[in-house]
């Protein structure tokens, strides 16, 4: 049983660009919720996506957006990149109403220079 | 979501029984409790999650007082690849959209 998977692994872009993570859930589960983790820091909640939806947001940018495809994969897109950006970015899968058991994948360490 | 205080650190030997406690003094009615592991470089990963008293699973144990106020993170016998961050969560376990993770507990295991 796969377990959730985000690509790519590590990622470098220069400010002002734009870059696309994405992420496939765990079999079975149709929600999909992104986090930003900067170094020494705990997980920040982004957004989570359900029934190709967004659902529920953090407080992030508008630059930060997001789809969710009806396989339930999903991507993450942040627009206009700053240094600020720089960390690792994580992805989580979950049934709907059970958002507390959430699976978390390996994550993408995004880097702006 | 409410809010939840955890020691920033801690450090234990090989082979001790390691109790990491966390305050959640605003814990509301229908809020379950949740705990996270992460190590470097990886996803958190969900340990156990506890409504009251105690539950405990092949992993560990969490002891949840009558206030509900606080609980307490059990490992037994850890070993050195039990050293990571340890984060505690606070909200619904049905509805809740999201988790809120503070900077959590760095355990490290000493040999």
């Known amino acids: 049983d796969a377990g959730v998977t985000q690509s790519p692994t590590h990622l470098i872009k220069t400010r002002g660009q734009q870059v696309t993570l994405r992420c496939s859930p765990k079999?079975?589960?149709?929600?999909v919720s992104w986090y930003q983790q900067a170094l020494g820091q705990g997980p920040q909640f982004i957004f989570q996506?359900?029934?190709?939806?967004?659902?529920q947001r953090g407080n992030f940018p508008d630059r930060f957006s997001g789809h969710q495809y009806p396989n339930y994969s999903s991507e993450l897109n942040v627009n206009a990149l700053l240094l600020g950006d720089s960390a690792l970015y994580l992805c989580?899968?979950?049934?709907?109403?059970?958002?507390?058991?959430?699976?978390f994948g390996p994550g993408t360490r995004l880097t702006v220079t | 979501l409410a809010k939840t205080t955890q020691p920033i650190s801690m450090d234990s030997y090989e082979g001790q029984e390691v109790n990491i406690t966390c305050s959640h003094n605003?814990?509301?009615?229908?809020?379950?409790i949740t705990w996270y592991q992460q190590f470097p470089s990886q996803g958190p990963r969900f340990i156990i999650q506890?409504?009251?008293t105690k539950v405990t699973n092949e992993v560990a144990s969490l002891f949840i007082p009558a206030d509900r106020k606080s609980s307490t993170l059990s490992l037994p016998r850890v070993s050195l690849s039990d050293t990571a961050v340890y984060y505690c969560?606070?909200?619904?376990?049905?509805?809740?959209?999201?988790?809120?993770f503070g900077t959590g507990t760095r355990l490290t295991v000493i040999p």
């Open positions: 969560l606070v909200g619904g376990q049905t509805g809740a959209n999201n988790l809120f």
């Open positions: 506890g409504y009251k």
């Open positions: 079999s079975g589960h149709d929600t």
């Open positions: 989580a899968s979950s049934l709907q109403g059970f958002s507390y058991e959430q699976y």
């Open positions: 996506y359900y029934e190709e939806e967004e659902r």
């Open positions: 605003n814990i509301a009615t229908n809020d379950y």
